[in-house]
């Protein structure tokens, strides 16, 4: 495994949820790595900001910062800027996730951060009209959330398959170089399985793998079933 990204991608974004905070934070991200290398299936981790450095050191999948603030290099106290993501490692950036949202020329902005220092982008969006919206900026990634499943449980891959295909033709129409993930509440195999039926080339989630009581098995029952999936594409 190395740290380009390729797909089915299972990106996994582990927020500040204590179970994901510092020596946490590397061992979920060895057993992403564990699971990737075992099945030959893309995973990316997006470590806690202060964590991110030392698991980029730790592990040979993409690792991603949780967000980029808009700014170039000087005095923006507290933020995160791109120079900085690049120099400790990380392959790219979510960006505008729910629980972080921007401003539309802020997301314009960190977008043309992420391009001018190599990153890649991954832009989340809520709806199929912003995601209308986000696939004109050309992210290379586009994760379609919908804020209110998000860590309920509820995958939306089954509670709004409409919200996930809408997004995959829209995206389709107006940037197909753009890859579509889905996330809120994917928490088993077969979640994502449905998310690859429906279009997506992957899913984003949280709580359902920061939490599990064996996050190796949920993690590797993911991979299995996106790769059984993506091969009756
Ligand atoms: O970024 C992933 C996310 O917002 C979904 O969270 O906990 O529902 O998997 P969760």
């Given at each position: 495994?190395?740290?380009?990204?390729?797909?089915?991608?299972?990106?996994?974004?582990?927020?500040?949820?204590?179970?994901?905070?510092?020596?946490?934070?590397?061992?979920?991200?060895?057993?992403?790595?564990?699971?990737?290398?075992?099945?030959?299936?893309?995973?990316?981790?997006?470590?806690?900001?202060?964590d991110?450095?030392?698991?980029?050191?730790?592990?040979?999948?993409?690792?991603?910062?949780?967000?980029?603030?808009?700014?170039?290099?000087?005095?923006?106290?507290?933020?995160?800027?791109?120079?900085?993501?690049?120099?400790?490692?990380?392959?790219?950036?979510?960006?505008?996730?729910?629980?972080?949202?921007?401003?539309?020329?802020?997301?314009?902005?960190?977008?043309?951060?992420?391009?001018?220092?190599?990153?890649?982008?991954l832009?989340?969006?809520?709806?199929?009209?912003?995601?209308?919206?986000?696939?004109?900026?050309?992210?290379?990634?586009?994760?379609?959330?919908?804020?209110?499943?998000?860590?309920?449980?509820?995958?939306?891959?089954k509670?709004?398959?409409?919200?996930?295909?809408?997004?995959?033709?829209?995206?389709?129409r107006?940037?197909?170089?753009?890859?579509?993930?889905?996330?809120?509440?994917?928490?088993?195999?077969?979640?994502?399985?449905?998310?690859?039926?429906?279009?997506?080339?992957?899913?984003?989630?949280?709580?359902?793998?920061?939490?599990?009581?064996?996050?190796?098995?949920?993690l590797?029952?993911?991979?299995?079933?996106?790769?059984?999936?993506?091969e009756?594409?």
């Amino acid at each position: 495994m190395t740290k380009e990204l390729s797909y089915p991608l299972i990106a996994l974004n582990f927020k500040v949820y204590l179970e994901a905070i510092g020596e946490n934070a590397i061992k979920l991200s060895r057993i992403a790595e564990e699971v990737s290398k075992e099945y030959g299936v893309c995973v990316m981790v997006a470590p806690p900001p202060l964590d991110l450095a030392q698991v980029v050191k730790e592990v040979e999948i993409p690792v991603f910062s949780q967000h980029v603030d808009p700014y170039k290099p000087g005095s923006h106290t507290g933020s995160i800027i791109a120079e900085e993501v690049k120099a400790v490692g990380a392959s790219g950036s979510i960006v505008n996730h729910s629980e972080h949202r921007l401003r539309l020329a802020d997301i314009g902005m960190v977008l043309e951060r992420l391009r001018e220092t190599g990153l890649t982008a991954l832009l989340c969006t809520d709806t199929v009209e912003t995601t209308k919206a986000g696939a004109a900026l050309s992210p290379e990634i586009l994760a379609i959330e919908p804020p209110e499943l998000i860590g309920t449980g509820i995958p939306v891959s089954k509670a709004k398959p409409e919200v996930v295909t809408g997004a995959v033709e829209a995206v389709k129409r107006i940037n197909p170089r753009v890859h579509v993930l889905c996330g809120a509440g994917i928490s088993t195999g077969d979640d994502v399985a449905k998310a690859i039926e429906l279009g997506t080339e992957g899913v984003l989630l949280a709580s359902a793998y920061v939490k599990a009581k064996d996050p190796k098995k949920l993690l590797s029952g993911m991979a299995e079933a996106a790769l059984k999936a993506w091969e009756r594409r």
